[in-house]
């Protein structure tokens, strides 16, 4: 079945930055096109990045700029690097891909926080 687990989140000071990556199984990963979503406390989920089987990426509004949304498809893994981290990061961010339905991942804490 599909699987996909989060890792790389944590505590940082703004201005900060942290790595998160997301390692699949179950899919083609290198046709899979995924995705990162957040959801902050008391808000709903929205999506932060995506990126195409064949790397082409887009980012929401928010993040341009300090994202980075990658994949290594040798290693089944999709990653995002956050920099310049700001307070209004602070979310639970998963990871996700659309297999006749959206499969998400179990989530990663990033709190943004002097």
């Known amino acids: 079945q599909v699987q996909l687990v989060e890792s790389g989140g944590g505590l940082v000071q703004p201005g900060g930055s942290l790595r998160l990556s997301c390692v699949a199984s179950g899919i083609i990963f290198r046709t899979a096109a995924m995705n990162w979503y957040r959801q902050a406390p008391g808000k709903q989920r929205e999506s932060v990045a995506d990126?195409?089987?064949?790397?082409?990426?887009n980012y929401a509004d928010s993040v341009k700029g300090r994202f980075t949304i990658s994949r290594d498809n040798a290693k089944n893994t999709v990653y995002l690097q956050m920099d310049s981290l700001k307070p209004e990061d602070t979310a639970v961010y998963y990871c996700?891909?659309?297999?006749?339905?959206?499969?998400w991942g179990q989530g990663t804490q990033v709190t943004v926080s002097s």
């Open positions: 990126i195409t089987s064949g790397g082409s990426a």
């Open positions: 996700s891909v659309r297999v006749g339905t959206m499969r």
